[in-house]
């Protein structure tokens, strides 16, 4: 059965994607785990990075399923015709089997349209738990990419999720949507209380190596105090910047495949997902 953890920030550009996405890889091709990735915002990055943003197109041109269809199974069609249809799973997952290695990852991409969900919520919170249930046997590790904003995607997030990973970034504003996130899940813990969802950590992406700025340091002692507050731990290991995530999301790689990414990079990405992995059990 699965393990199911969401990347949340309500900060935008902070690596949730990006970490989303190399995760998923490290977790396929370093541990040979069974992996989905569900891409569960409107923007579709992480649909973009793993399929190529050429694929992703062709994709949805021929007709491929996404997370929206997820959402909108029931919605009538206004055709008489229209009943009601029950959603095949396998064909909202997209197989990206790669490489000599035939390492192979599953995706559910997202696309535009999913924000339509957004007007029209009502009784649509629960729809991806249900995908969720359905599949969960297949997987070893589910990762749920969210958008940085608090909606209805969020709770359907909250509802398939036992971990929440936070990333985040050393910088000014850093901790001032904490108070968000931790309101959200408690409201929603409130509202279920079968529901067990832990923070399984604080990641600190993308610092710039070397002397550490002040502003830097203050703003990571703000984040350390913040989490403190909320007992939510932060990961010993950081991941700091390296074009070579920005490489990877343009091709669609992991990071251990990108032309020039450095051994240190690849390692220090190695050291945080080995980590993340002790961390949930995987
Ligand atoms: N460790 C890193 N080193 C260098 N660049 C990075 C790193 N992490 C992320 N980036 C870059 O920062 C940008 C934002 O990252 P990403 O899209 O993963 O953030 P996000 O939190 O998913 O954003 P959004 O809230 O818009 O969904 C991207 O261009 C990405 O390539
Ligand atoms: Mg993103």
Same mark, same amino acid.
């Given at each position: 059965?699965?393990?199911?953890?969401?990347?949340?920030?309500? %900060?935008?550009?902070?690596? %949730?994607?990006?970490?989303?996405?190399?995760?998923?890889?490290?977790?396929?091709?370093?541990?040979?785990?069974?992996?989905?990735?569900?891409?569960?915002?409107?923007?579709?990055?992480?649909?973009?990075?793993?399929?190529?943003?050429?694929?992703?197109?062709?994709?949805? $041109?021929?007709?491929?399923?996404?997370?929206?269809?997820?959402?909108?199974?029931?919605?009538?069609?206004?055709?008489?015709?229209?009943?009601?249809?029950?959603?095949?799973?396998?064909? @909202?997952?997209?197989?990206? @089997?790669?490489?000599?290695?035939?390492?192979?990852?599953?995706?559910?991409?997202?696309?535009?349209?999913? #924000?339509?969900?957004?007007?029209?919520?009502?009784?649509?919170?629960?729809?991806?738990?249900?995908?969720?249930?359905?599949?969960?046997?297949?997987?070893?590790?589910?990762?749920? $990419?969210?958008?940085?904003?608090? #909606?209805?995607?969020?709770?359907?997030?909250?509802?398939?999720?036992?971990?929440?990973?936070?990333?985040?970034?050393?910088?000014?504003?850093?901790?001032?949507?904490?108070?968000?996130?931790?309101?959200?899940?408690?409201?929603?813990?409130?509202?279920?209380?079968?529901?067990?969802?832990?923070?399984?950590?604080?990641?600190?992406?993308?610092?710039?190596?070397?002397?550490?700025?002040?502003?830097?340091?203050?703003?990571?002692?703000?984040?350390? $105090?913040? *989490?403190?507050?909320?007992?939510?731990? @932060?990961? %010993? %290991?950081?991941?700091?910047? #390296?074009?070579?995530?920005?490489? *990877?999301?343009?091709?669609?790689?992991?990071?251990?495949?990108?032309?020039?990414?450095?051994?240190?990079?690849?390692?220090?990405?190695?050291?945080?997902?080995?980590?993340?992995?002790?961390?949930?059990?995987?």
């Amino acid at each position: 059965m699965a393990v199911c953890v969401s990347l949340i920030n309500m %900060k935008g550009g902070v690596g %949730k994607t990006t970490l989303a996405s190399q995760i998923a890889w490290y977790a396929v091709r370093q541990m040979d785990r069974k992996v989905l990735l569900i891409d569960l915002d409107p923007q579709a990055n992480a649909s973009q990075s793993v399929m190529s943003p050429q694929e992703w197109v062709t994709y949805l $041109d021929d007709g491929g399923l996404t997370v929206a269809d997820i959402f909108e199974q029931f919605t009538p069609t206004g055709t008489a015709s229209g009943s009601p249809k029950k959603l095949d799973p396998s064909r @909202v997952i997209y197989d990206r @089997v790669t490489y000599e290695d035939g390492s192979l990852l599953h995706l559910v991409p997202s696309r535009l349209e999913l #924000s339509w969900t957004l007007r029209n919520p009502t009784g649509k919170e629960t729809l991806l738990a249900r995908f969720v249930a359905k599949v969960q046997e297949k997987y070893n590790l589910i990762l749920i $990419d969210c958008s940085p904003t608090d #909606s209805i995607l969020t709770d359907a997030a909250y509802h398939c999720s036992r971990y929440i990973l936070v990333p985040i970034r050393a910088e000014f504003l850093a901790s001032i949507g904490f108070p968000l996130l931790n309101r959200s899940i408690k409201a929603f813990q409130m509202r279920h209380e079968d529901k067990v969802i832990e923070v399984c950590g604080l990641v600190f992406n993308d610092f710039v190596r070397g002397n550490e700025k002040r502003e830097h340091r203050l703003a990571r002692k703000d984040v350390k $105090d913040k *989490a403190t507050e909320y007992r939510w731990d @932060v990961f %010993k %290991k950081d991941i700091p910047h #390296s074009d070579s995530y920005f490489w *990877a999301a343009r091709d669609g790689m992991p990071i251990d495949r990108t032309k020039g990414a450095h051994g240190k990079v690849k390692d220090e990405f190695a050291a945080f997902a080995e980590e993340f992995f002790g961390k949930i059990g995987l």
